[in-house]
């Protein structure tokens, strides 16, 4: 619960611990900042934030994880790639 980096990645030690993250589910969502944002930011008058939450899941459903980053709207693309798998040959 504190804002450091974790040197081996959050990833992994919730893996050894058995909580290892399967699934995430991001949400996007676009808005005007808070004044805070504003301030550290470095906002321009009128400049909207994307607001990111990302939450990890286990196999069994268990949300065990989440980030959440806040994205200038004036310095960021979301870019987002989707890949369909080849459907198996049916032999």
Do not use: C, F, W
């Not at 990645?9 to 399967?22: A, D």
């Not at 009128?46 to 709207?73: F, I, M």
Request: net charge negative; glycine share 8%; no cysteine.
């Amino acid at each position: 619960m504190t804002p450091e980096d974790v040197a081996r990645g959050t990833n992994k030690v919730l893996s050894e611990l058995g909580y290892e993250i399967v699934q995430i589910l991001d949400e996007i969502s676009v808005r005007m900042p808070t004044p805070d944002e504003v301030d550290r930011l470095g906002l321009g008058p009128g400049t909207p934030v994307a607001e990111h939450l990302a939450t990890g899941h286990t196999a069994k459903g268990d949300p065990v994880q989440v980030s959440r980053n806040v994205l200038p709207g004036d310095r960021h693309v979301i870019i987002y790639e989707r890949t369909r798998r080849a459907e198996e040959d049916p032999k």
